[in-house]
T-cell receptor, first 111, second 109 residues
């Protein structure tokens, strides 16, 4: 069966520090991968999606970047965090079946 | 970026009552999904609707996709405390999934 993991689960970082969130999918190949950000109790904002290794599409210009160094690995990064980067970050995958499967989420607090 | 508006944003009802949540957009989607999310967890898929006018039932939940594939509704019959959570609609276009603004439902025992 397919599984998706992301880490770390919780992160507290000072303004101006770097960020790296990692997501890994197991049990499938060539998935579409997504990064979303969610404000408390609200909908999900699509940040990046990838249809293959090295292929990244950005939905919202911002302080973040994404990379896909391997087929089932998706990384969200920032060189210098802003206060507005705080939120709940979710990684997800699909294989064109119109169903998104989400990881456990990473809660980032920027102080 | 596609915009999907959900209404109401918050809903607090007594156990046994019925409710309807709406998801509206000016964009056409190839399919639309409904998810439910618990605090601190990722959303979990409830249903996918593909055809305009399609109606799907999942026990006490009824989902409908608008004829023009721009909107959808979720109806819950005889709500139970276990239905409490954040309900999210999501429209699919190409490889992108765009989520609605969310409806937070609380069912009071």
């Amino acid at each position: 069966s397919q599984t998706i993991h992301q880490w770390p689960a919780t992160l507290v970082q000072p303004v101006g520090s770097p960020l790296s969130l990692e997501c890994t999918v197991e049990g499938t190949s060539n998935p579409n991968l997504y990064w979303y950000r969610q404000a408390a109790g609200r909908g999900l904002q699509l940040l990046f999606y990838s249809v293959g290794i090295g292929q990244i599409s950005s939905e919202v210009p911002q302080n973040l970047s994404a990379s896909r160094p391997q087929d089932r690995q998706f990384i969200l990064s920032s060189k210098k965090l802003l206060l507005s980067d705080s939120g709940f970050y979710l990684c997800a995958w699909d294989r064109g079946q119109r169903e998104l499967f989400f990881g456990e989420g990473s809660r980032l607090t920027v102080l | 970026t596609q915009l999907l508006e959900q209404s109401p944003q918050f809903l607090s009802i007594q156990e046994g009552e019925n409710l309807t949540v709406y998801c509206n957009s000016s964009s056409v989607f190839s399919s639309l999904q409904w998810y439910r999310q618990e605090p601190g967890e990722g959303p979990v898929l409830l249903v996918t609707v593909v055809t305009g006018g399609e109606v799907k039932k999942l026990k006490r939940l009824t989902f409908q996709f608008g004829d023009a594939r721009k909107d959808s509704s979720l109806h819950i019959t005889a709500a139970q405390p276990g239905d409490t959570g954040l309900y999210l609609c999501a429209g699919a276009t190409g490889n992108q999934f765009y989520f609605g603004t969310g409806t937070s439902l609380t069912v009071i025992p």
